[in-house]
């Protein structure tokens, strides 16, 4: 896996895969969705419990979800961060439209 160390109020974007279907370049579409998981579950490549932050289902298409570390957060949906603190992230979809909500192994594996 990857690991990144942030400061509170850094950004970090996460950007879907991107497909194109015309002549310059031509690629199979991937499809994902991106859960924040506990240390436990990214372990065992398991997202039953996880949070959905990010679901990658129109490659065809510029799509991004932006994080703010931040330790409170202005809306009830909003991530939020504690300094020190280790999170884990993990996709486990099978990178085909049908694996999409899979939630233990594939990509993860």
Known sequence: GYSITVDMDDKVDI????SYNDSRQR?????????????QDYVN???S?????LKCDK??????????FQEFSP???GLE??????YYYISTSTSELGG????VGGNCR
Do not use: I, W
């Open 15 to 18: 950007v879907c895969p991107r």
């Open 27 to 39: 690629q199979d579409p991937e499809y994902n969705t991106l859960y924040q998981v506990q240390e």
């Open 45 to 47: 490549c398991d997202a």
């Open 49 to 53: 419990q996880g949070r959905r932050l």
């Open 59 to 68: 490659p065809f298409e510029n799509t991004r979800f932006t994080m703010l």
């Open 75 to 77: 809306s009830p949906f």
């Open 81 to 86: 961060f504690k300094p020190g603190r280790d």
């Open 100 to 103: 999409l909500d899979n939630k």
